[in-house]
């Protein structure tokens, strides 16, 4: 049987470098004798009448939709249509927000950093309490993490010395999602990154940064291929499963024993640089993974 996907874009994201990420997934899937068409969010037009779930497009319905983007509304609208959609917009809203996906990885038990969630303030709320942030202060000492809830590339972190910087830092956040992470020296500036489809790693790298605590690429980070301890991807597998992600980049770091801490999971990191260290496709493993899950539903 030859299958037809959609693979679903924000309509804002359309630059050279999502662009080419796009024609490697259709240029993969075609490989797959799949039928696979890119869309933006802005293209397929969702709403509700007499009481269901209204879906047009130009396209015939797909029979699953590689989903790249972070609009959930689109991808849950999609999914309660009875479209496999991959991953999950249940996976995506987890993965999105920090606080959410720690919240899961601990239902799990899974080991990550000591971390403190900022309470939700409205508006007449103009300064953070000093209470609660001598509770972080306590709690975490100096150095220490803020992550603003929604975030990616390693942006939106900021690495806080003093009290001065996390009041202000606190006061500049305070009316977003945002939390409080205990600061890992052992990692600093170093993390791996392993690449989960299904149940299993298919790719990993190290990534070392000598000017910056985050060891991401985009902020300057270089890359290695690595054989990952088997402590290393255990962790990465449960941390994916956990989320419920089809596939994932898990982010870890090394604890002052050099044992993996979870840093974060990403529902849809990007292929290229993993590519680019180790010469493995991910999308290929990504695609054989569908194929599977689909067969399974017919």
């Known amino acids: 049987m030859k299958y037809r996907g959609w693979l679903i874009y924000n309509a804002g994201m ?103 969630f900022a309470p939700m303030l409205f508006s007449q709320k103009k300064e953070p309490d000093d209470q609660f942030l001598n509770y972080v202060e306590k709690s975490l000492s100096y150095p220490l993490i803020i992550k603003e809830a929604y975030g990616s590339f390693g942006q939106q972190v900021y690495l806080i010395e003093n009290r001065k910087q996390l009041q202000d830092k606190a006061q500049e956040l305070i009316h977003r999602p945002h939390l409080f992470q205990k600061y890992i020296r052992s990692s600093h500036g170093k993390d791996i990154r392993l690449h989960v489809v ?32 088997q402590e290393f991807i255990d962790l990465a597998i449960a941390a994916s499963l956990a989320v419920g992600a089809d596939f994932s980049g898990v982010d870890l770091l090394y604890d002052e024993d050099d044992q993996p801490l979870i840093c974060e999971v990403n529902s849809n990191a990007h292929i290229k640089n993993i590519y680019q260290c180790t010469s493995i496709d991910v999308s290929a493993f990504i695609f054989r993974h569908i194929l599977d899950k689909l067969k399974g539903y017919s």
């Open 198 to 229: 299904g149940d299993r790693v298919v790719a990993s790298m190290k990534r070392v940064s000598k000017n910056d605590f985050r060891a991401n690429v985009t902020n300057g980070g270089e890359m290695f291929a690595v054989d990952p301890h």
């Open 14 to 116: 359309l630059t050279p470098k999502f662009i080419e990420i796009h024609e490697w997934y259709l240029k993969t899937a075609k490989e797959y004798q799949i039928d696979l068409i890119s869309l933006s969010n802005s293209e397929v037009f969702i709403g509700v009448e007499n009481g269901q779930f209204k879906l047009e497009s130009k396209l015939t319905r797909p029979d699953f939709v590689l989903y790249l983007d972070k609009d959930t509304q689109l991808a849950k609208h999609l999914s309660e249509l009875g479209i496999p959609v991959f991953n999950s917009p249940e996976t995506i809203a987890i993965c999105d927000d920090k606080n959410q996906m720690h919240q899961r990885l601990a239902k799990a038990k899974l080991p990550q950093p000591l971390t403190i």
